[in-house]
Each structure stands twice: as C-alpha cells, then as structure tokens.
T-cell receptor, first 114, second 115 residues
Framework: AQSVTQPDIHITVSEGASLELRCNYSYGATPYLFWYVQSPGQGLQLLLKYFSGDTLVQGIKGFEAEFKRSQSSFNLRKPSVHWSDAAEYFCAVGADNQGGKLIFGQGTELSVKP | DAGITQSPRHKVTETGTPVTLRCHQTENHRYMYWYRQDPGHGLRLIHYSYGVKDTDKGEVSDGYSVSRSKTEDFLLTLESATSSQTSVYFC??????????????FGPGTRLTVT
C-alpha cells in the first residue's frame, strides 16, 4: 500500500536561514508527488509537483523539491526562509491506477524565528 | 483559484443529528473529493467521485455518505453525527492535464463540531 511519511512534526528555523522538509514515500512504481502548504485557518495551496522528467522541480514562493528514487524521498527546500513561510506543509503521493486519489503525510509545522 | 466553495464554513451540531456539507465547483471538473483533517493525521480521504452518480469510498468512509447529482455539487452527509466526527472537512477537485495529472485544488474547509 502507498504511504507517505513526514518524519518531522515541527521545525523551527530562523528567518533568512535555509529550510529542508523531509518526505519519504512508499510505492512500487513511479509516483506523482506533491507539496502543499496550509496557512492557519486556510485551505491547502499547491506549492509544486513532480510527475516525470527533471528530478529537481521548482514551485511557487521560491520553493523547490528534489525527487530521489533511490531514497524514496521528495524533500522540500528553500534557501532563505521568510516569516510569512510559517505554516503547515504536507507531502502527498498519487499514482496512475488510483483514480486520482492522493495519500497525504501527517504534515510538518514550520515556525520562523525573527 | 479553482472556483470551489464549501458551505457551511462552520457548524456546531449535537450527537445523533444528521449533517450535510456542500461542496460547489464552477469549472465542471470530473473528480471531486472529501477529506477530513485531524491533528497528527494529515488529510484522510472519506469519499470521492469520478462523475455524476459515480462515487467510491476512501480510507475513512464509515459513518459518511455522499451524493453527486450534478457535476458542480458534491454533498457529504453524516447520517448520525458522533463526537469522533468533529473535524475540519475539505473538499477538493482534480484537474486533468495533458494526461490525467492528479493535481488537486482545495476548498476553504468546513469546521464541524459535534457536541
């Protein structure tokens, strides 16, 4: 069965510091991978996605993620965090034979110190 | 903006009462989904629809039913609400790209409290 693990429940970084949020998935074939962000009291916004091709994908708000098949990972990165990046981040995985369904990780809450 | 609205946005109800949540989309997307969000669990799929009158169960479907009589509306019903169904409920639609791309876009959510 597909699964997604986000090992870090809560991360705190200083403003201006770099950020890496971890995501590991379990799936036999090549998955479709997504990162979403949720600000407090809001819905989820798609940050970026990987379907195929270049394993380094760029998203909105200066985020990027790298697909590493050998490590079953899709980690999210940002070189310099802004206070407005404080939010909860969700990794999700989908696949061709799943009727468009996504499996979400538990989420990582990001706090940003001034 | 994928044109998704949810109603109501907030609701408090008593245990044992029926509750219906509505998801409305304006762009004729074929796939629609209902999730619940609880701390420590991320989002979990309740039910989804792949067309009018075509629905299927997700991983946490017990106690919930859905209906889709029109492309634009996807209703989630709690037949007899329980305190364990206190949660934030999100509707999503799936956007098909050149090949079915599975990108999902989410509504603003409904916060449901069962007392």
């Amino acid at each position: 069965a597909q699964s997604v693990t986000q090992p870090d429940i809560h991360i705190t970084v200083s403003e201006g510091a770099s950020l890496e949020l971890r995501c590991n998935y379990s799936y036999g074939a090549t998955p479709y991978l997504f990162w979403y962000v949720q600000s407090p009291g809001q819905g989820l916004q798609l940050l970026l996605k990987y379907f195929s091709g270049d394993t380094l994908v760029q998203g909105i708000k200066g985020f990027e993620a790298e697909f590493k098949r050998s490590q079953s990972s899709f980690n999210l990165r940002k070189p310099s965090v802004h206070w407005s990046d404080a939010a909860e981040y969700f990794c999700a995985v989908g696949a061709d034979n799943q009727g468009g369904k996504l499996i979400f990780g538990q989420g990582t809450e990001l706090s940003v110190k001034p | 903006d994928a044109g998704i609205t949810q109603s109501p946005r907030h609701k408090v109800t008593e245990t044992g009462t029926p509750v219906t949540l509505r998801c409305h989309q304006t762009e004729n997307h074929r796939y629609m989904y209902w999730y619940r969000q609880d701390p420590g669990h991320g989002l979990r799929l309740i039910h989804y629809s792949y067309g009018v009158k075509d629905t299927d169960k997700g991983e946490v479907s017990d106690g919930y039913s859905v209906s889709r009589s029109k492309t634009e509306d996807f209703l989630l019903t709690l037949e007899s609400a329980t305190s364990s169904q206190t949660s934030v409920y999100f509707c999503a639609i799936s956007v098909a790209g050149g090949t079915l791309s599975y990108e999902q876009y989410f509504g603003p959510g409904t916060r449901l409290t069962v007392t």
